[in-house]
């Protein structure tokens, strides 16, 4: 059974800094394009960054130059490292994992995490 759990999500000041991760209960991580999505409330789910199984990534503008997404093979599991954190980044994040890198289109998602929350305090 695939399953994909977030971890590291909490409450921050603006400026700061955290590291989430999104652990894969198999070796999905290794061959699928996996991606990092948020959603606050009231908000469309939004998406952040791709990483392809060749090591390609993708940005949106709301995280290019702030967050960068990585992962550990090994350890099966994904990052989204974010910096220079802001009010406006309040939300819950997702990982999620598709065949092929195909944008941001969640339909094209077919694994999802529970979601971990990341709350930003000015």
């Known amino acids: 059974q695939i399953r994909l759990v977030e971890s590291g999500g909490a409450s921050v000041q603006a400026g700061g800094s955290l590291r989430l991760s999104c652990r894969s209960s198999t070796d999905i991580i290794l061959n699928y394009c996996m991606a990092w999505f948020r959603q606050a409330p009231g908000n469309e789910r939004e998406g952040l960054a791709t990483?392809?199984?060749?090591?390609?990534?993708t940005y949106t503008a709301s995280a290019k130059g702030r967050f960068s997404i990585s992962k550990d093979n090994a350890k099966y599991t994904l990052y989204l490292q974010m910096n220079d954190l802001k009010p406006e980044d309040t939300a819950m994040y997702y990982c999620?994992?598709?065949?092929?890198?195909?944008?941001?289109?969640?339909?094209?998602?077919?694994?999802w995490g529970q979601g971990t929350q990341v709350t930003v305090s000015s």
């Open positions: 999620a994992a598709a065949p092929v890198c195909v944008g941001y289109d969640w339909d094209a998602y077919s694994y």
């Open positions: 990483l392809d199984s060749d090591g390609t990534t």
